[in-house]
């Protein structure tokens, strides 16, 4: 089955731990981007990918860690600097293309709490 | 400061009749429009798009007017669906932005049978 995935769905830490979060995506994308959605806030960029061993800060990037070793997977690390860490994190993958085409396709979200 | 900026937290509308929802940006810069719906606790979902070099786009049901002058766009649905009862997010990227994605926050709209 195709697409982006990320897991787990739903994940629980206790404060001061560090989590990843993973997505993974088999539809060929080279760009990768991480957001974060909150109660009426929108979504906002942490960190994305345009291409393998590469990554750059988004407009929220303080706590949060990426890494970019295959063009498939761009798991984010969650950590214990990240001051409000509880909300919904999108992953997005998108073609690193010229100018009208650029729509991202989402997954499915990871909701994480942190106690 | 806020780029995108979508003012209606929410709108409701009767089944059968048109949704329009609005959105307005401040960065001159923005060339490519986006819009997207998202289901509670699911990644959103691209509904349509539109490039700066077009004032209209349509797709079935969904169009997308861009107005340049007074940086608007407005997303219409038209018949409105119970099914398209979501949040409706506004999105807008700008050449040479490595294709970020700028978001608005969203207007639920609710659709009544």
């Known amino acids: 089955d195709g697409g982006i995935t990320q897991s787990p769905k739903y994940l629980f830490r206790k404060e001061g731990q560090n989590v990843t979060l993973s997505c993974e995506q088999n539809l060929n994308h080279d760009a990768m981007y991480w957001y974060r959605q909150d109660p009426g806030q929108g979504l906002r960029l942490i960190y994305y990918s345009q291409i393998v061993n590469d990554f750059q800060k988004g407009d929220i990037a303080e706590g949060y860690s990426v890494s970019r070793e295959k063009k498939e997977s761009f798991p984010l690390t969650v950590t214990s600097a990240q001051k409000n860490p509880t909300a919904f994190y999108l992953c997005a993958i998108g073609p690193a293309g010229g100018p009208g085409y650029n729509e991202q396709f989402f997954g499915p979200g990871t909701r994480l709490t942190v106690l | 400061d806020q780029q995108v900026k979508q003012n209606s937290p929410s709108l409701s509308v009767q089944e059968g009749r048109i949704s329009i929802l609005n959105c307005d940006y401040t960065?001159?810069?923005?060339?490519?429009f986006l819009w997207y719906k998202k289901y509670p606790a699911e990644g959103p979902t691209f509904l349509i798009s539109i490039s700066s070099i077009k004032d209209k786009n349509e797709d079935g049901r969904f169009t997308v007017f861009l107005n340049k002058s007074a940086k608007h766009l407005s997303l219409h649905i038209v018949p409105s669906q119970p099914g398209d009862s979501a949040v409706y997010f506004c999105a807008a990227s700008a050449r040479g932005s490595n294709y970020k994605l700028t978001f608005g926050k969203g207007t639920l709209l609710t659709v009544n049978p």
């Open positions: 960065n001159s810069m923005f060339d490519y």
